[in-house]
């Protein structure tokens, strides 16, 4: 009876704790292109200079976060609303040099299905697009020394004393659209780290997500703009 009390006890504690499931993962991006390497160096590129560029934020199939899912299944799944892209980002891509215009892919371009470069490619391809800009959100939570995988649950009540931080590495690459040659690729890294009573509630938790993840997406911005400028440097003119 006593062992029973105590256990009731432990449940109505876990009970009471706030909780929270961190994000889904990244989208393998280097397996998603095809990697034939006869294939690969055949590629050659065909982009249209000044070019349109369609975008989309890719992930590890079924991702989704505290405040949203992705579309689609099979390899990797899209997000089809942003969240950490602010107006002021997309501007800043539609206004590089070389660009004639930025536009988003819209969920009813793709199929439900996503296994490939060449789902994507497709969907730019109806938007008239010259080159395809896809991009992944890699996030990780950590409390002291732990560190938690995609989509593993976190009780806050048990992270008193601890620094907790949240990491989010943002990766682009950019793809001929018509042959799916590899113009380049991005990268940047923001961290936000707090004390634990911070975690003290689901939302909390989140917003250091999100926190993180708009200034990775920001810092990833002008790291895009310098690949952009030796892409139409070396193509422009072809």
Known sequence: MKALFLSLLVLAGLAGCASYTTPGGSAPLNELADNDINEVMSKQPAANFPANIAIARIQATGYQNYKQASYGHGRYSVMTTREAESETDIERLNQMPGVRGVAPINQILLPTRLDSIKDLRQAAARLRADVLLI?????????????????NTIALGFLKNKDVSVTTTATAALFDVRTEFLYGIAEATAKESKAASVWSTTDAVDDMRVITERAAFEDLVPAIEKTWQGIVKEHQGR
């Open 135 to 151: 991009y992944t959100f890699d996030t990780s939570f950590h409390a002291g020394e732990q560190k938690f995988a995609p989509l």
